[in-house]
């Protein structure tokens, strides 16, 4: 027969200093466990937020990023007019040629710099993501040296209100407005005129082209078409999928999640077996009264390990409430595709702290694993004899 | 029986708690200097001896715009200036590896030695690299980690230019603060499809430290109001403006730094407190006894020090054996060079050891202070 758990609950509660220090500890562990691997499903579900399925994405093979891509006029010519690109209403195709440029602009609220990364974009690259939209002050003019920036990376570039004046090279440009990209990764992005940054960046070629393609089977037709013709060394691909393969930045991150959530883990452990322990040394009568009344080996070993679950589940459903507040929040770091500034958020999703738990009730079970053996071990009557 | 020995042994009467106690400490105080140790390495990058006499000129407006070739001679001409090479990062993956795994520059190999004369290699190794237009010279570090030798082979394909290019090793150098990077000619980058008459980055030797600040304004001014404006600096405020970079996440190793530091004073002083709990007789039989307050409280002090003491020694003491005597480069594959454990870390994680030792004993140390020996004696257990 299993030990009432308001045997354990009651336990636990008259020890209540050792009680809060281990549910704490736990809390912690767990609290840090989250918040690191939040920023990995932050950074992946930035890049997964990013492009329009009904997009093709073109860039220089073996390039890993927009800003190292180039792609020439000649080849941007040549493959325009190919039927696999879908037209508007006056029979235009829809296809935009971009020039992405890093540049290397002051923080806001310290001297420190960051690269930055400049769109210059036509205004069919515009309605191909439409995902983005102005938030503030208006949209550039064509022919004119102004930008608008993403509002997120307004909080953390200076000379990025709206308004404000900005140098990069020997050029000066105004912020005429903010955008908004919907969680993507054009929330890390300044966007101009495409014609304006190819003549103050001296750029002769484009860097990507974005493409509206007729349907699904057009754009597999199109990436085969340019593989196989030898005049384009180009590479295309669903935008969707172009994006979400740039997680490469994640990957550090969360290996440094799974580094201290181990290390951590282990002092945990040694805090909930210290309490457990101590636990069991003074409940060393009460358990010898528990086997004479007859409960079983078993019944102490899981009633003790029950228990020390249990403190481990409270301890990580705080860990939860703790990390909690720091959800959505935004924060930056360099991207190891584009060696520019990236934009994501704190995002703490049902699963990741699902795994919170699960790894709180593992390290309390894990901590009260010796404690509880030692429970059940005990002779009734030596137990009952212990002072 | 000494007071020494009476703390001791009240220390480990319990020892499967003191083994607990000390272990726990050990474990957090080992991940504090890890911590710390890898964020000094990427927030302060080693420096090289020579990088006092370095300048790096790059584009204003980024290092990824390109300068043009033509600079070069104009540089040259600033008087303090000594040697001139490009430097181009080619951003080539190796063989079929998914992503980049160690940096290669294309630069001027007659230059070598004057710009980068911390690397060390047999003679002949150098006269091999400047003959042959094809070679390279690849750093140790990297050479180990994929057993390359002279006369090997490594293709690279550059994630920046549109070209692959296959270059034969020349020499293998070590003794440069990062000894993993691959040098090669900037003349093959410019044949095989780089950009000719672009380049990166140029990387200028001044003759003496006290005419740095001289030539790397006149650099800066050498190409003011030019179609390509550069940017001018030693090659440490070069590498500190990467550091820059990183963003937030030096902010984040450093609140969870505190975050481990608190878990830790937390289950130090609760495993302390217990173990005081525990004994509440037999220090209220101390006190019938005619022991003081002060002398109650430097036992537990005492006792709570020591175990955070022995704590702190395994903890420090096996980062500081780990880091120092196993091949960080090795372990990392190279991601951490030095992985130094500075006095400076140590010394930090002995003032947590401390301060950790002092905090645990106050709870009991009040305890005890406000029992009564009557009550005291009553306690059971």
């Avoid at chain 1, 009432?4 to 009680?19: D, K, Q």
């Avoid at chain 1, 281990?22 to 918040?35: F, K, N, P, Q, R």
């Avoid at chain 1, 710099?113 to 002050?137: C, D, N």
């Avoid at chain 2, 880091?323 to 400076?344: D, M, Y």
Wanted: charged fraction near 20%.
């Amino acid at each position: 027969m299993a030990l009432p758990l308001r045997y354990n609950l009651r336990n636990v509660i008259v020890r209540w200093r050792a009680t809060i220090a281990t549910i704490l500890g736990v809390a912690l562990v767990v609290a840090v466990y989250i918040l690191v691997q939040s920023l990995a499903v932050g950074l992946e579900k930035s890049s997964r937020n990013t492009g329009d399925s009904r997009n093709v994405m073109i860039v220089r093979k073996g390039s890993t990023a927009e800003s190292s891509s180039q792609i020439t006029r000649e080849q941007f010519q040549l493959l325009q007019y190919w039927p696999q690109i879908a037209r508007d209403g006056r029979g235009q195709p829809i296809v935009s040629a971009d020039v992405v440029v890093m540049v290397t602009l002051p923080r806001r609220e310290s001297t420190a710099e960051a690269h930055v990364l400049i769109r210059g974009i036509t205004p069919a690259g515009m309605k191909l993501r439409p995902q983005v939209s102005l938030v503030a002050g208006r949209w550039f003019v064509p022919g004119r040296r102004e930008v608008v920036v993403s509002q997120r990376l307004a909080a953390r570039i200076a000379n990025f209100d709206v308004g404000a004046q900005f140098k990069t090279g020997s050029h000066t440009l105004t912020v005429v407005g903010w955008l908004d990209g919907a969680r993507s990764a054009f929330d890390s992005e300044v966007w101009m005129d495409a014609n304006e940054a190819r003549s103050i960046y001296h750029r002769d070629n484009y860097s990507s082209i974005l493409a509206r393609v007729v349907n699904e089977t057009a754009g597999a037709a199109l990436a085969s078409r340019i593989e196989s013709d030898k005049r384009l060394p180009l590479r295309a691909l669903p935008e969707v999928q172009y994006y979400s393969a740039q997680t490469m930045t994640a990957m550090p991150i969360r290996i440094l999640g799974n580094f201290l959530a181990t290390a951590m883990s282990i002092g945990a452990v040694f805090a909930a077996m210290n309490t457990l322990y101590a636990s069991v040394g003074a409940r060393t009568r009460e358990i010898g009264t528990l086997r004479v009344l007859g409960y079983r080996r078993r019944s102490i070993l899981s009633s003790f390990l029950v228990e020390g679950a249990l403190l481990a589940l409270v301890g990580g459903i705080l860990g939860c409430i703790l990390s909690l507040p720091m959800h959505g929040y935004s924060t930056g770091t360099i991207s190891f595709e584009s060696f520019s500034e990236v934009i994501f958020e704190f995002s703490l999703t049902p699963w990741l702290m699902a795994k919170g738990l699960i790894f709180a009730v593992a390290v309390g079970l894990v901590g009260s694993l010796l404690p509880a053996l030692r429970a059940a071990r005990l002779p009734p009557i030596v137990a009952l004899n212990s002072v | 029986m000494t007071i020494a020995s009476f703390i001791t042994k009240n220390a480990l009467r319990n020892k499967r708690r003191a083994l607990l106690c000390v272990l726990s400490v050990a474990v957090s105080l080992f991940l504090l200097v890890t911590l710390q140790v890898a964020l000094r390495e990427v927030t302060l990058p080693p420096e090289d001896v020579g990088a006092a006499l370095r300048v790096v000129v790059r584009n204003k407006i980024s290092i990824s715009s390109p300068l043009p070739a033509r600079q070069r001679a104009v540089i040259e001409r600033i008087p303090g200036v000594e040697a001139v090479s490009p430097f181009s990062f080619f951003g080539g993956k190796y063989r079929n590896e998914e992503s980049m795994s160690f940096a290669q520059f294309a630069m001027d190999p007659k230059l070598l030695r004057k710009i980068f004369g911390e690397a060390k290699m047999p003679e002949n190794q150098y006269a091999a690299f400047e003959a042959d237009q094809t070679a390279c010279i690849l750093g140790k570090v990297t050479a180990d980690k994929y057993r390359l030798k002279v006369g090997d082979r490594v293709p690279l394909t550059s994630t920046l230019y549109p070209c692959s290019i296959e270059l034969k090793i020349a020499g293998i150098y070590e003794g440069t603060i990062d000894d993993r990077n691959l040098l090669f000619h900037h003349k093959y980058l410019d044949e095989a499809g780089g950009s000719p008459g672009w380049v990166a980055m140029w990387w200028v030797k001044v003759r003496s430290v006290e005419e740095m600040p001289r030539v790397t304004e006149a650099i800066n001014r050498a190409f003011a109001s030019s179609s390509a404006e550069v940017r001018a600096e030693t090659e440490r405020a070069f590498q500190l403006s990467f550091v820059a970079m990183w963003g937030n996440i030096k902010i984040m190793v450093h609140s969870i730094c505190t975050v481990v530091v608190f878990t830790l004073v937390l289950v130090t002083a609760s495993t302390m407190s217990m173990a005081i709990r525990e004994r509440f007789r037999e220090l209220a039989v101390l006190k019938a006894l005619g022991y003081r307050r002060r002398e109650l409280f430097a036992f537990i002090l005492a006792e709570s020090f020591g175990l955070a003491a022995l704590g702190a020694i395994i903890g420090i003491g096996t980062a500081w054996t780990l880091f120092t005597h196993a091949s960080i480069a090795k372990l990392t594959q190279g991601i951490f060079l030095t992985f130094e454990v500075t006095p400076r870390i140590i010394g930090q994680a002995a003032l947590v050891a401390a301060s950790l030792g002092i905090i645990a004993s106050l709870a009991p140390s009040i305890a005890v202070a406000r029992m009564s020996v009557v009550e005291g004696l009553k306690t059971l257990d």
